[in-house]
């Protein structure tokens, strides 16, 4: 037996004293180093009775600690279960409960606010500060650094990410080792990760995006990672000059054009730019292209999937498209009344089937079987057509979500709190289009009868209840709530009718 993710992307650097992390100061942590402390952390999640197959929930800072904390879980079989670190208690407290999670990880200066929502769980606190210090380093530094790794097959879970529903309610998707490994596999060779390679990492790594995609493909090639706490245009000019490659999301493009010191000369040794969690606009690219001469390369995922698509390494990377399903991975367009396959060129909804496919929503099987089918067709939710030379385009979403600066907002979730505040009849949340962050949140309410709206009560007691990216950028009130004749709301005319509140002045 063995453990194809730990064997594959980190137990075969054991004692290899390549560097594996660089940090922004220019410090190093080897492959070796870094195993070490993984192995220590394996051994404490033993020691408190963290079996295979439980759930770790971390709310913790960006840090090569958090990182080990993710490999620790490989290592011991423990499912490891990501968390934004702008979550408040609330929404903590219900991956915790939903999870089952037997041990919850967050900074020491949460403690006051998650204790309680670890007791109500019945699951241990741990704290891990942004220096990688707190109670869990201090209880593993005296456990040996030697673990025997646990066997896991591909079939079991290595991680579950949450996210949002069209109802409101986190579901969360359960990823198995094979998920992650295949994916890694497919893309280190697509977009030719070597040894050599030395990816800029300004991503946070509580989404699929920053841990699986950036941290699993450098792993597996064996590259190293230039490792920023969070992203900032000053740090990235800084390191870029020893990378080779980038991953991010829109925003980090249009806010590296922005600034005048990212040059052609910043951008020269680089191979490889990479996009992808939300839509990169055409422009974007073009200008990015004219700036650098690199052409970004842009693919498509999802929690539920990693990644489905991408515009080639070597050919033509097309503006506005996704590119070609990755090897190994079915695309198809389908109506979705019928379900049926579409014609080539028509618009229908995006379905994927594949090895990188998740297993499904945790404890929520009718949710599953309603996205995905059984013949392994998962249902995106995306809204696409294959053009006449296979790229996939996206076209638009077949569910109410918010893509801002690459995280994902339901609207559903913040309705339904609006909908519960004094005077408020009834609510509806929009996107619209945002200058740094692709996307933002409005919320459009409508008042009972005689009921005067305190806007800023209201945006106060949001605040205590979800994380600050999801809170709407602005409140508006309105008489009414456009219908169609079946009487539902429609939202087109709501986001035409704010779609310049964020948008510079001409
Ligand atoms: C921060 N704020 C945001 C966002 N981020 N508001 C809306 N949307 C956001 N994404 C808030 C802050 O709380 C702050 O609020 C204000 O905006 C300004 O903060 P600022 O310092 O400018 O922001 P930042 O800290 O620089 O963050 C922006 C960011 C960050 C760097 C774009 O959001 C980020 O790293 N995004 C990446 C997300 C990601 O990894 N997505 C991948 C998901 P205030 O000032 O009022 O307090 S995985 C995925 O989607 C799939 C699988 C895929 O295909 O990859
Ligand atoms: P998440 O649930 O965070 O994994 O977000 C997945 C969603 O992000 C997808 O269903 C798409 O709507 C969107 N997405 C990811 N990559 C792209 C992309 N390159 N272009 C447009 N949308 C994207």
Redesign the pocket.
């Known amino acids: 037996m063995a453990n194809p993710l730990y064997d594959t992307l980190f137990g075969r650097y054991a004692g290899k004293t390549t560097v594996f992390l660089q940090m922004v100061d220019g410090t190093t942590i080897t492959h070796a180093a870094f195993l070490e402390t993984a192995g220590r952390f394996a051994n404490l999640l033993a020691h408190l009775e963290i079996a295979p197959g439980d759930r770790v929930a971390a709310q913790v800072a960006k840090s090569p600690q958090a990182l080990a904390l993710y490999t620790a879980c490989v290592q011991a079989g423990v499912v490891f279960l990501p968390l934004n670190t702008?979550y408040t208690a609330d929404e903590v407290s219900y991956f915790v409960e939903n999870s089952g999670a037997r041990l919850l990880v967050c900074d020491p200066a949460s403690v006051n606010d998650l204790q309680g929502v670890a007791d109500a769980c019945g699951a241990g606190l741990q704290t891990m500060s942004a220096d990688g210090g707190g109670s869990f380093a201090s209880a593993a530094a005296g456990l040996p650094a030697d673990f025997a790794t646990v066997d896991r097959s591909d079939d079991d879970l290595a991680a579950f990410l949450y996210t949002s529903g069209t109802t409101g309610r986190s579901k969360g998707a359960m990823l198995t080792q094979g998920n992650l490994l295949s994916n890694s596999e497919t893309l280190m060779s697509e977009w030719q990760f070597t040894a050599q390679d030395a990816l800029l990492h300004?991503?946070?790594i509580f989404?699929?995006?920053?841990l699986f995609?950036a941290t699993n493909i450098t792993l597996l090639a064996g590259g190293r990672l230039l490792f920023m706490p969070?992203?900032?245009v000053d740090d990235m000019l800084s390191l870029m000059p020893h990378a080779t490659a980038m991953m991010?999301?829109p925003?980090?493009y249009t806010?590296l054009l922005a600034d005048e010191r990212f040059t052609r000369q910043m951008a020269q040794h680089m191979r490889l730019f990479v996009s992808?969690?939300?839509p990169l606009l055409a422009e974007t690219h073009i200008q990015f292209e004219k700036r650098t001469g690199h052409r970004i390369l842009e693919?498509?995922?999802?929690?539920e999937t990693?990644?489905n698509t991408s515009n080639p390494y070597d050919g033509e990377r097309r503006a506005g498209t996704v590119g070609f399903p990755l090897p190994g991975v079915e695309v198809r367009i389908t109506d979705s009344g019928t379900g049926n396959e579409l014609a080539q060129g028509e618009i229908g909804q995006i379905e994927v089937r594949g090895p990188n496919v998740f297993k499904g929503y945790w404890q929520m099987p009718e949710k599953t079987a309603e996205e995905l089918r059984e013949n392994g067709f998962f249902i995106t939710g995306d809204l696409g057509r294959v053009d006449e030379d296979g790229y996939l385009h996206i076209v638009g979403r077949n569910k109410d979500l918010i893509?801002?600066?690459?995280?994902?907002i339901y609207p559903k979730e913040i309705e339904l709190l609006l909908d519960q505040e004094d005077g408020v009849l009834e609510s509806a949340v929009v996107g619209v289009p945002h200058p740094?962050?692709g996307e933002?949140?409005v919320g459009i309410l409508v008042a009972e009868d005689g009921a005067e709206l305190d806007l800023d009560a209201i945006k106060d007691r949001l605040g205590r209840s979800l994380a600050?990216?999801k809170q709407p950028q602005k409140l508006v009130v309105l008489p009414e709530l456009p219908r169609n004749t079946m009487g539902k709301v429609q939202k087109n005319i709501l986001r035409e009718e704010f779609k310049d509140l964020f948008q510079p002045a001409a």
């Open positions: 702008a300004a991503l946070p989404h699929t995006h920053g995609v969070k992203f900032n991010g999301v925003t980090f806010r992808g969690s939300a693919r498509y995922g999802m929690t990693n990644m893509i801002s600066g690459g995280y994902n740094d962050f933002t949140v600050r990216f």
